[in-house]
């Protein structure tokens, strides 16, 4: 979502995590329009002051640089374009929360007819230099302002969008696509991505621990345990977004929720649960659980091949957390899981207070419920109960 990140938001007092201040990944800002008669059915929501400070935080170039040097996103991105040329070719795109422009230039260099850059930070001024100095400026129409509030009078082909934020749904920024969705894109049209999965898993992760939280029973000879309470509190009351290694991961990964970007509504993104049961790969202490997404990029809605992140495995025989593309001309995967190479997205990590030592094979099950804060809808309140060897734990914080 070029331009996501709002600063003040990571949370991350993660102690010693890498995080990224850019991870607000506003709503992109951006996007709405045109006077149909579907517009009236369409409940947009006001702009309130948490979405204004939201945008402003996007008007930072940092947030863009660090966007655009994520190879894997950018480049997937521009191979996802490529891919589908034949539906972008002399069409009309609608890029929600445009940054910087870049995805909407790629889309006017695979032939694009028209392109909406949509963007309600004020970052879309500088958009608009950018396509006049690549002389585009007859094909890339740059509109300031949210897509819920902007005017596009004509049906469009394609909707494109950098909407995912940390752990898929922080941010809210899915909203908007769907506003523009339904504002203005043609039966069959084509969305990238098309579809996103949300995945969880147990982790085992000692050095995290011991770095922000043992180090204080030995300092330069000192018993500074009394401080280990409040040290646990500080590393581990918000969720961290840090990179993990795949081997830190103990057992296949959990399907939390699946959205399919042509039929996802509104509602179903104020709230998610899922239920999960997890069998230990190994004996280690678990401190916590990841979470981490993969979005493809498939054909049109009517296009009868099934999306291969439609019905993920519920386990997975082949060694691998995800499935791979067979062929190369199977729809494109874009994945922040913990093998894959690194994004800026890293993984989300909900830590425990004190670490669970399980055994292999050893159950761990409950359920997760993802909601929208009602203090500010791009924050997620996270509430975790899970058991494991007959004792029962609830976790609740939040993603700000």
């Not at 589908?84 to 929600?96: C, F, Q, W, Y």
């Not at 445009?98 to 995805?103: K, R």
């Amino acid at each position: 979502m070029e331009g996501s990140s709002n600063g003040n938001h990571h949370h991350h007092t993660d102690g010693g995590a890498t995080t990224q201040m850019n991870h607000f990944r506003p709503t992109k800002p951006g996007g709405g329009g045109g006077g149909r008669s579907r517009v009236s059915r369409i409940q947009t929501p006001p702009c309130t002051e948490f979405d204004k400070a939201y945008f402003q935080s996007y008007s930072h170039v940092g947030i863009h640089e660090e966007m655009i040097k994520d190879r894997v996103r950018t480049e997937t991105y521009r191979s996802a374009i490529l891919q589908h040329r034949s539906h972008i070719e002399g069409k009309v795109v609608v890029d929600v929360g445009c940054g910087t422009g870049i995805l909407s230039i790629f889309c006017a260099q695979a032939g694009a007819k028209r392109v909406y850059a949509v963007d309600a930070s004020a970052i879309a001024l500088q958009a608009s230099e950018v396509v006049k100095a690549n002389n585009l400026s007859d094909k890339v129409i740059v509109l300031h302002g949210r897509v819920e509030d902007v005017q596009i009078d004509e049906e469009v082909d394609v909707i494109i969008s950098e909407w995912m934020g940390y752990m898929l749904l922080y941010e809210s920024m899915l909203g908007s696509v769907i506003v523009a969705r339904d504002r203005w894109l043609k039966p069959g049209g084509l969305i990238l991505p098309s579809n996103a999965v949300l995945y969880m898993a147990p982790v085992t992760h000692p050095d995290r621990y011991a770095e922000s939280i043992d180090f204080w029973r030995n300092v330069y000879g000192i018993d500074m345990s009394p401080i280990l309470p409040l040290a646990k509190q500080c590393a581990f009351e918000e969720p961290c977004v840090e990179t993990i290694s795949g081997e830190s991961v103990l057992t296949w990964p959990h399907v939390v929720k699946h959205v399919d970007c042509y039929t996802i509504t509104y509602q179903e993104l104020q709230s998610v649960t899922a239920s999960f049961k997890f069998q230990s790969m190994m004996r280690a202490p678990l401190h916590g659980f990841a979470f981490w997404f993969d979005v493809e990029f498939s054909g049109p809605a009517n296009n009868e091949e099934a999306s291969s992140l439609t019905e993920p495995p519920k386990t997975n025989p082949s060694g691998s957390h995800r499935r791979k593309r067979a062929h190369p001309d199977e729809a494109l995967v874009l994945s922040t899981a913990p093998e894959d190479p690194p994004t800026h997205w890293q993984q989300t990590m909900v830590y425990f207070y004190d670490p669970i030592d399980v055994e292999q094979d050893q159950i761990i099950d409950g359920s997760v419920t993802l909601t929208q804060s009602k203090e500010n809808a791009r924050f997620m309140n996270i509430h975790l109960e899970y058991a494991s060897g007959g004792r029962s734990f609830v976790k609740e914080c939040v993603l700000r």
